[in-house]
């Protein structure tokens, strides 16, 4: 019951994303919470951590929006991934693990509102976070 969800990769078929999907919905709808492990092997995990190291467009809120996007005692950056576009392969790993989360949100709109009280109505381009370096970055990227 308390265990991670465990996430279809993006090439499952419906089946698995619709069981993800129910069992996704169900764990929020009753614990106002869910886990999902993203099926990545250690390369893909060592592939993404290269990427992220190889960004340089990081960012900061202002610190009167901090707590809204990043959420309180803050010691991450983020970069703004780009649009996910559902009719193209992605490229990588990075891209791979944004389209899951697209498939995520996809699987879960039919539940929203009958199990969550709210209607869905698409998402936002995805957001990766890494820790700051130091004070130093974080004065360099505040706004």
Known sequence: DD?????PSHEEDDL?????????????ARKGFAAARLPLSREDIEAVADQAADISDWMLPKKEFE???LGEDN???YHMLPNDHPDVDPPDVLSRCDRIISLIGLGLEPFTEEFLG???WGR???MLRIPLSNAAEEERLRP
């Open 3 to 7: 265990e991670d969800l465990v996430c």
């Open 16 to 28: 698995a994303w619709e069981d993800f999907s129910v069992a996704m919905a169900d764990s929020l």
């Open 67 to 69: 707590v809204a996007y």
């Open 75 to 77: 010691r991450d950056k």
């Open 118 to 120: 709210f209607e869905s």
């Open 124 to 126: 936002l381009n995805g």
